[in-house]
């Protein structure tokens, strides 16, 4: 899976709690992002950081929230505030120069109850 | 409004005969486009890209993509299908705008038997 790790790969919670998702690379990308994917539905796009301090909204970016503050780092937090929290959370990474293709990690299987 | 289509939720192609999973796509400008593969609980695998160029694009493990600007498509090929090809297969298409985004098809499911 290309330098990314995310831990832990399932994970359980109850709901009503906070949980945060880890995503590191070591492949010197500038660009990171987090993304959402749930049965029968394309990837969609929670959060993307293309510096250290500083991330952007994606398309579904509420009741989530993110850091940047190491460049191989990017700390996805799933909130109380997050309606549908279950599903399979995918972190992958790119070089910003040129046409360059996203590299993912294995993705973490958030189960709320 | 840009889109990526995969109009196929599921393909299904004997082990040993051609496999085509078909993408349709809709942005500004010229498009950049990717195929991944997913296999179970997994991360995403890039395949290939089309960038500029020859409009056949070659890619890992044997498939193959033609760019058909005309007809604003994108099929994934392999002239004979393995069964560890079944998987799930992704499409995506660069927005042209500056923060590189991807816009996902919503993936076809692959299942070649034996």
């Known amino acids: 899976d290309g330098g990314i790790t995310q831990s832990p790969k399932y994970l359980f919670r109850k709901e009503g709690q906070n949980v945060t998702l880890s995503c590191e690379q070591n492949l010197n990308h500038d660009a990171m992002y987090w993304y959402r994917q749930d049965p029968g539905q394309g990837l969609r796009l929670i959060y993307y950081?293309?510096?250290?301090?500083?991330?952007q909204k994606g398309d579904i970016a509420e009741g989530y929230s993110v850091s940047r503050e190491k460049k191989e780092s990017f700390p996805l937090t799933v909130t109380s505030a997050q309606k549908n929290p279950t599903a399979f959370y995918l972190c992958?990474?790119?070089?910003?120069?040129?046409?360059?293709?996203?590299?993912f990690g294995p993705g973490t299987r958030l189960t709320v109850t | 409004a840009q889109s990526v289509a995969q109009p196929e939720d599921q393909v299904n192609v004997a082990e040993g005969n051609p496999l085509t999973v078909k993408c349709t796509y809709s942005?500004?400008?010229?498009?950049?486009l990717f195929w991944y593969v997913q296999y179970p609980n997994r991360g995403l695998q890039f395949l290939l890209k089309y960038i500029t160029g020859d409009n056949l694009v070659k890619g890992s493990y044997g498939f193959e993509a033609e760019f058909n600007k005309s007809q604003t498509s994108f099929h994934l090929k392999k002239p004979s299908a393995l069964v560890s090809d079944s998987a799930l297969y992704f499409c995506a298409v660069r927005m042209m705008d500056s923060n590189y985004q991807l816009i996902w098809g919503a993936g076809t499911k692959l299942i070649i038997k034996p």
């Open positions: 950081s293309q510096i250290v301090n500083d991330f």
């Open positions: 992958a990474s790119r070089r910003l120069a040129g046409e360059n293709e996203q590299y």
């Open positions: 942005v500004s400008g010229n498009p950049y």
